[in-house]
């Protein structure tokens, strides 16, 4: 097949991307999407201030541009993210105890309820955990309103709407000798032995020099599918863009049954949060880059 999207299909498994909608009207960036990719996460369009920027008045505006963009072009949508200690709006920074818990629930219940039966799956909790080695949850408001926050947005958002696959995502969790993901490792198994309704972890690889890719990523998949939930790559971008590490990426979504797809975190290396890297597929004239045949030639069976 001769689009990322077509030959993730071939082994049923998408190929996404991330979309800005302030790019949309750009038609180098949609023809590339459109051409290249079966599912859109809306890279800030979704997210809590995007969402709910005064309390109890939400606006969809932004999020419904990349979601009409995305179903009218025929791609499915991961919603992201529902609970975040990133990019709240300033009145839910403000809030903590059982006033945020109640935030927060009404925020998730809110957002999928607006998308209720359409979003394949959302990123309902986003970030929980710390870096440096510890393992121990990240502090914020959320984690300050007790441990059980992550499985209380979890309940909540099964309510809010049974067919959307809720799945919980991080970055520097993909190597399986890290701290931090065997933290979350311990907190899926958990939520699985408990019946906390989970049912995706989404591993955000952003690699780079403090977080280079390590083979043990198969590893990593292999070992949270295993505990009966399905895996993603949900914002991979990788800093210098090596064709052999988008390869391994690919290559080890593909060796895991339960590995659903992949997403890059934007088109452009001119779109990334972090163009300096140059981590993306596509160079910022749309030409495609070495990375992008090696990904194509990964999903061909390559
Ligand atoms: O929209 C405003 C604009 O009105 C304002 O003029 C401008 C300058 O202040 O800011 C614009 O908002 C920016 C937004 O991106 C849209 O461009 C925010 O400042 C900026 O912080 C935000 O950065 C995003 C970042 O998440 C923080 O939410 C990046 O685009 C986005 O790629 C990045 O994505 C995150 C994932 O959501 C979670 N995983 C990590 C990943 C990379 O940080």
Redesign the pocket.
């Known amino acids: 097949e001769s689009t990322l999207g077509a030959a993730a299909a071939q082994s049923d498994r998408y190929f996404g991307v991330?979309i800005?909608s302030?790019r949309l009207n750009d038609s180098v960036y949609t023809s590339i999407a459109n051409r290249e990719f079966t599912s859109v996460t809306a890279?800030?369009e979704m997210?809590i201030d995007a969402t709910q920027p005064q309390r109890g008045q939400f606006n969809f505006t932004a999020g419904d541009r990349v979601y009409n963009w995305a179903v009218q072009n025929g791609k499915q949508v991961r919603g992201?993210?529902l609970a975040w200690h990133?990019?709240q709006p300033g009145w839910m920074q403000n809030l903590n105890g059982g006033e945020l818990r109640q935030a927060m629930t009404d925020h998730i219940t809110g957002v999928m309820t607006h998308y209720r039966g359409k979003i394949v799956e959302w990123d309902v909790v986003?970030?929980a955990f710390a870096d440096g080695g510890s393992g121990a949850r990240r502090d914020s408001n959320l984690q300050r309103s007790g441990n059980d926050w992550i499985e209380v947005a979890f309940r909540a958002a099964r309510a809010a709407d049974p067919a959307a696959k809720l799945c919980y995502?991080d970055?520097n969790v993909e190597n399986w000798n890290s701290a931090k993901t065997q933290a979350m490792y311990a907190m899926v198994r958990d939520f699985k032995q408990r019946g906390v309704p989970i049912d995706c972890v989404g591993f955000?690889a952003?690699f780079n020099e403090g977080n280079p890719y390590n083979s043990n990523f198969r590893t990593t998949l292999q070992s949270f599918a295993a505990l009966g939930v399905d895996v993603s790559v949900t914002?991979l971008d990788i800093q210098g863009a090596s064709p052999t590490t988008f390869a391994n990426v690919t290559n080890d979504c593909l060796a895991v049954a339960r590995c659903v797809g992949i997403t890059v975190?934007?088109v452009r290396d001119s779109d990334s949060?972090r163009s300096h890297h140059t981590p993306l597929l596509f160079n910022n004239d749309g030409s495609k880059k070495p990375a992008y045949d090696a990904v194509l030639n990964a999903l061909n069976g390559g």
Do not use: D, L, P, V
């Open positions: 991330a800005a302030g890279e800030n997210k992201h993210t990133s990019q986003n970030e995502n970055y955000q952003h914002e975190w934007g949060w």
